[in-house]
């Protein structure tokens, strides 16, 4: 049997521009499924809680189904209400602003089909589009993140257009409610490893006004983007904060350490740079063990296979070199702590004391580590979906 293509349209007061987008969806239903192949394409509008005239003039095209929010509840709630009633086995949407074309729902479905790929996002930022500049900057800036962040290609992360296979849908809760729906969906495909491709779509100036705020929902944008990354891949969060601190702390201490070769000692001002650098090593490390810790705990929780630190030999290689810093620490102020217990007083100079108390913060840090990863071992790994 021929699969159904389910188009849902949201719309939140956009009276000026309903009855154009229904009457174009409603005109591309056949040559859609002619060239498609398909069994059939219904039109479903989910009318957002609108207060001005859009549900009366939607409810005047009897061949779409409209389903109505009586409040607003959102753009990505809207969308997930149209998914939830959508029969097809492919669901498209396009915004109710009248900016995409429902005849490019071809060259996506054409396009999911061939790639065998989950979702195909339409392609907004060509030669041909009508998107106002400060939006491409920062479609092209989230696109640019999400890639390097997830490892696939992306050019367009917040397309409103798009097909996916509605098998899908349920792998990819929880989305946000609000306008960054779509860059948290194409964020949650990509990190559960869904094949997304990429199609040209044609993009025209919208009809009324624009509902997005450039910087409220742009950080809003990246904090989705975020987050999602995050709780499928931590360490590429935690990672590079780490490195970054650990990198910051090598090249502020260079100065000390060279001067004390060349000179044997430490001059006083530079207690306050040493501070510094200790702070940021121990920081560094933190950011690290913590990265780890969530990627272990992510990978646990998602059922992906054993990685290196999963073996008993890198383990044990972590919890060395943590009892082997804690113990150099200690050693090195061994005379500074058993004066401190007999006087009160400490004689020695105060390198002493941070370059053990350095050693003795990231080797507790590698030792937590190491205990955590032996316990994280002993969870039981549940099947990938």
């Known amino acids: 049997m021929s699969e159904r293509l389910s188009i849902v349209i949201p719309a939140y007061n956009e009276e000026d521009a309903i009855d154009d987008i229904l009457r174009r969806c409603l005109e591309a ?107 491409v900057i ?41 306008l960054d729906f779509t860059p948290a969906m194409t964020a949650r495909v990509a990190c559960m490893g869904g094949r997304i491709i990429e199609s040209p779509i044609p993009y025209a100036e919208r009809t009324g006004d624009s509902k997005l705020s450039v910087i409220g929902d742009g950080f809003r944008f990246l904090r989705s983007i975020l987050s999602i990354v995050f709780a499928y891949f931590p360490l590429k969060v935690f990672g590079p904060l780490g490195f970054a601190n650990l990198a910051a702390a090598a090249a502020y201490g260079l100065g000390p350490v060279r001067f004390y070769l060349v000179s044997g000692h430490l001059q006083e001002d530079m207690i306050y740079r ?77 390198s002493y004391v941070l370059t053990g108390s350095l050693a003795v913060l990231c080797g507790t840090v590698l030792v937590s580590l190491a205990v955590a990863l032996v316990g994280f071992s002993r969870l039981p790994r549940p099947e990938r979906p």
């Open 29 to 135: 239903r056949a040559p859609l499924a002619r060239e498609l192949g398909l069994a059939g394409v219904e039109v479903v509008l989910v009318n957002d809680g609108s207060r001005d005239k859009t549900l009366e003039k939607a409810g005047k095209w009897t061949e779409a189904r409209v389903v109505s929010h009586p409040v607003n509840r959102g753009y990505g709630a809207a969308l997930m209400t149209g998914f939830t009633a959508a029969t097809g086995e492919l669901v498209g949407f396009l915004d109710a602003d009248g900016t995409c074309d429902p005849l490019a729902f071809k060259g996506l479905v054409t396009a999911l089909r061939a790639e065998k790929a989950d979702m195909a996002v339409g392609l907004r930022l060509h030669g041909g589009s009508h998107m106002p500049l400060v939006r």
């Open 138 to 178: 920062g479609n092209k800036f989230y696109a640019a993140l999400l890639t390097g962040l997830t490892g696939q290609s992306f050019t367009d992360t917040a397309s409103g257009m798009r097909v996916f296979k509605k098998a899908m849908l349920p792998r990819m809760a929880p989305l946000p409610t609000g």
């Open 274 to 350: 040493l501070l510094t650098v200790l702070t940021l090593a121990t920081a560094g490390a933190t950011f690290l063990a913590f990265g780890l810790l969530a990627q272990k705990a992510a990978d646990a929780a998602l059922g992906r296979p054993a990685g290196y630190l999963d073996r008993p030999g890198p383990r044990a290689a972590v919890l060395l070199a943590g009892v082997a810093l804690w113990l150099g620490g200690v050693t090195l102020n061994a005379r500074v702590i058993a004066e401190y217990a007999a006087t009160g007083r400490i004689s020695a100079h105060w």
